[in-house]
């Protein structure tokens, strides 16, 4: 059975810190790109950032330079950890796994960046 817990999340001021966490299980994770996404109220969900089995990685505009994704494919777990937080990346992040002919999603963690 396939399972991405994510967590991490809450509430948190301008400019402070989240790590998300999510922790995959049921499939082999070391062979998948690992992704987190966002959805924002009322808008569609989109890519945040990916990490390859390799370890080569990917983010989008809005969060680079501010975040890091990175992987232990020891402990199949991914992580996000995002600085210099600002109110538009309150969203729900998802952690997905991607592979030939499957993709995987968690349930979703709230981050809120409000003061």
């Known amino acids: 059975q396939v399972q991405l817990v994510e967590s991490g999340g809450g509430l948190v001021q301008p400019g402070g810190s989240l790590r998300l966490s999510c922790a995959a299980s049921g499939f082999t994770f070391s062979s998948y790109v690992m992704r987190w996404y966002r959805q924002a109220p009322g808008k569609e969900r989109l890519l945040v950032a990916h990490?390859?089995?390799?370890?080569?990685?990917y983010y989008v505009d809005s969060v680079k330079g501010r975040s890091t994704i990175s992987r232990d494919n020891a402990k199949n777990m991914v992580y996000l950890q995002m600085n210099s937080l600002r109110p538009e990346d309150t969203a729900v992040y998802y952690c997905?796994?991607?592979?030939?002919?499957?993709?995987?999603w968690g349930q979703g963690t709230q981050v809120s960046v409000s003061s």
């Open positions: 997905n796994a991607g592979g030939p002919g499957n993709d995987y």
């Open positions: 990490i390859t089995s390799g370890g080569s990685s």
